[in-house]
C-alpha cells in the first residue's frame, strides 16, 4: 500500500504546550506506594523514593504530574498527609477499598516532583469537600509566610511556598461512581465559586474545570455547555478523560480508537468557542487531556478483588500488561494531541508508575518500560515545537464504529531550536507494510533522515520485569534526496521520521 505526507513549513496548527507529556500519579494500588516510594528498596534514596523509577520518568520528560487522583482526591483530607510522619492518621479510601498510610502527601509529592524534573498538577476534592478546604490547601502550598497555614507549612521543613500553578477543580465529578457527584448545575456553580476564590489569592493560577469522564456519559457533551457557562470566567481549561479497550478482541477497532478522541477535542471545542460567544469573552478555553490510556487488561481480576478485598494498604491494582498493540493506540493518541496543538495544552497518561502505567516495578525488585513507554518516550523527546499540518493520503478502510479510517495516521512538529523535522506515524494495517513517501516543502538542507520503528510479529507480545526486551524500538539512518523520502512502515507499527542537517 502506497501512502504519503507533505510538509509546508508556514502551515502550521500552533506551538506545541510541552505539558501534553503530562502525566499523573493517583494515591491508588502500588503507584505511590511500591512505585514512587519505597523506603527500603536498594535504590531508595533518604527519602524513601525509587532511584530507578526516578531515573525512568526523567527519561520521560515528564513536564507536570497530576496529583493526588483521580477518584481518589474525591475523599481526600489533605492535612492527614502533612506533618510529622509517625503522627499522620490511616484513613479508609473508599474509591479503591484501600488502607491510606498518608506517608506520602503534598509536601513529598512536591519533593519528588523536584527529583523528577516535572511539575505538580493539583487536583482538588470538590466531592466530599469544597471551598474552604481548598482555599486552606492553596494558602498552605502558595503563600510565602505570615499567616497560620503558610506558617504551618513552614513548621513542617518547608520554607519557600511550592508555587503551584495548575488546579484541577475536582475530580470526573459527571460520574456518578465519584463521591460527591454532582449534577452540571451543582457543580459549575461550585466549581465558580471555588475558582473565584482562588483566582482572589492570585489571579495567575491555571484552573481546569472538570469535562466528561467519556464520550459515553449520558450527560456529554451538554455538561460541557453547562458546566462552563458558570466557569467561564475563571477556568482556563475543561478537562476531558478517555480509556480505550480492546476486550471484545476486536483490534482494527481497537486500533481505530484516537478517531473518537479527535471527534471529543473537536466536540468540546466548538462547545468551548460557543460559551465564548455567549459570555461576549475574549479569552479561549483549552483542553486539558488529563486522563488518557488504554485500560482493560486488569478488570476482571480488579472487579473480584474490589468486591472481596480485606481492607489493605497498597494492593496491586489496575496492574495492566500492555502489549504492542496498546503501544499503537498511545502512539495515535498523542499523533491526535499534536494535530490539536492549538487546542489540547496539557495531557497526562494515566497514569505514570504500576497503575495503568508505562513504567512497572516489583516490589522489592526491578523495574520495566511496558510497550506504551516508547512512543510516549518518542513524542515527548523529538515531538517539541511547532505543530505543523500534515497533508495525509493513505488508504482507508471500516471497522465496527468506524468507517473510512486512514491506515495511516500522522503528525509533524519542527524544532525551532535545532531546525529538526519529525514525522510520527503509525501504521493501523495489520498485515501490509506502507510505502510512506514524506514530501517536506521549503525546508532547506535537512539531509540527514534517521527512522526509528516499534514493531513486533507479535501483537500481543509484552514487555516484564523478567522479560524487559521482548518489544523496544530500532533505529536506523536514511539520507533523504532533495526533501522527498520514501519508507517502508512495517504492518501495525509506530514510527519517528526525524530530519535534520
Ligand atoms: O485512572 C484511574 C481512574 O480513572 C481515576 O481515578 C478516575 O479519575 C478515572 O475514572
Known amino acids: 500500500m ?46 524513601g523514593f525509587r532511584g530507578d523509577v526516578l531515573e525512568l520518568v526523567r527519561q520521560l520528560d ?106 484541577c ?12 457527584h454532582k449534577t452540571a448545575q451543582e457543580y459549575g456553580r461550585l466549581a465558580r465559586e471555588t475558582g473565584c476564590a482562588m483566582k482572589m489569592f492570585d489571579p495567575s493560577l491555571e484552573l481546569v474545570s472538570c469535562g466528561s469522564s467519556h464520550t459515553g456519559m449520558p450527560t456529554f457533551p451538554d455538561w460541557e455547555r453547562e458546566t462552563l457557562e458558570h466557569t ?8 476531558l478523560h478517555q480509556y480505550f479497550s480492546n476486550a471484545d478482541g476486536d483490534t482494527p477497532n481497537f486500533l481505530a480508537g484516537a478517531l473518537e478522541t479527535e ?11 460557543t460559551v465564548k460567544a455567549k459570555k461576549r469573552g475574549k479569552k479561549d478555553i483549552y483542553i486539558s487531556f488529563d486522563e488518557w490510556n488504554v485500560w482493560y487488561h486488569s478488570h476482571k481480576s480488579d472487579d473480584n478483588s474490589m468486591a472481596n478485598r480485606p481492607w489493605t494498604e497498597a494492593p496491586p491494582l489496575l496492574e495492566d500488561i500492555y502489549t504492542m498493540e496498546d503501544a499503537l493506540v498511545a502512539g495515535s493518541v498523542l499523533i491526535t494531541f499534536l494535530n490539536h496543538a492549538d487546542r489540547v495544552k496539557i495531557a497526562c497518561l494515566a497514569q505514570l508508575v504500576n497503575v495503568i502505567a ?10 520495566c518500560r511496558q510497550t506504551i513507554f516508547y512512543p510516549f518516550l518518542h513524542a515527548s523527546a523529538y515531538g517539541r515545537g511547532v505543530a505543523l499540518r500534515p497533508n495525509v493520503t493513505s488508504p482507508l478502510h471500516d471497522t465496527k464504529n468506524f468507517t473510512d479510517v486512514p491506515y495511516l495516521t500522522a503528525a509533524a512538529t ?3 531550536e535545532t531546525g529538526e523535522v519529525c514525522v ?57 534526496d532533495g526533501g522527498v523520502s520514501s519508507v517502508r512502515l512495517p504492518a501495525a507499527s509506530w514510527n519517528v521520521l526525524r530530519y535534520s542537517k
Open 169 to 180: 477543580l475536582g475530580n470526573e465529578m459527571d460520574g456518578p461512581w465519584q463521591m460527591g
Open 62 to 167: 515528564v513536564p507536570i504530574v497530576r496529583y493526588p487522583g483521580g477518584n481518589f482526591v474525591s475523599g481526600y483530607r489533605w492535612e492527614d498527609g502533612v506533618g510529622a510522619k509517625e503522627t499522620r492518621p490511616k484513613r479508609l479510601d473508599l474509591a479503591w477499598r484501600t488502607t491510606e498510610p498518608n506517608q506520602v502527601g503534598v509536601n513529598e509529592f512536591v519533593r519528588w516532583c523536584r527529583k523528577a524534573h516535572t511539575t505538580p498538577m493539583m487536583a482538588l476534592n470538590l466531592g466530599t469537600r469544597g471551598l474552604q478546604e481548598a482555599l486552606d490547601l492553596l494558602e498552605y502550598c502558595n503563600h510565602p509566610s505570615g499567616s497560620a497555614l503558610s506558617d504551618l507549612r513552614v513548621s513542617h521543613g518547608e520554607r519557600e511556598p511550592h508555587n503551584i500553578r495548575v488546579w
Open 232 to 239: 467561564y470566567d475563571m477556568a482556563n481549561y475543561v478537562s
Open 358 to 367: 508505562p513504567i512497572m516495578t516489583k516490589t522489592g525488585g526491578g523495574v
Open 424 to 480: 510520527f506515524a503509525v501504521n493501523r494495517s495489520l498485515d501490509q507494510p506502507l510505502d510512506l513517501t514524506c514530501n517536506l516543502k521549503g525546508f532547506e538542507g535537512l539531509t540527514r533522515g534517521e527512522h526509528i520503528t516499534l514493531c513486533h510479529s507479535d501483537l500481543k507480545a509484552v514487555n516484564t520485569v523478567d522479560a524487559p526486551d521482548e518489544v523496544t524500538p530500532r533505529r536506523a539512518l536514511f539520507t533523504p
Open 263 to 273: 471527534r471529543f477535542i473537536r466536540t468540546v471545542g466548538s462547545i468551548c468557542d
Open 2 to 47: 502506497q501512502a504519503s505526507v507533505t510538509l509546508d513549513r508556514e502551515n502550521r496548527i500552533g506551538q506545541v504546550d510541552k505539558r501534553i507529556y503530562g502525566s499523573f500519579a493517583e494515591h491508588l494500588g502500588r503507584c505511590v506506594y511500591g512505585g514512587l516510594y519505597e523506603p527500603g528498596h536498594p535504590t531508595a534514596d533518604e527519602e
Open 414 to 416: 519542527r524544532n525551532e
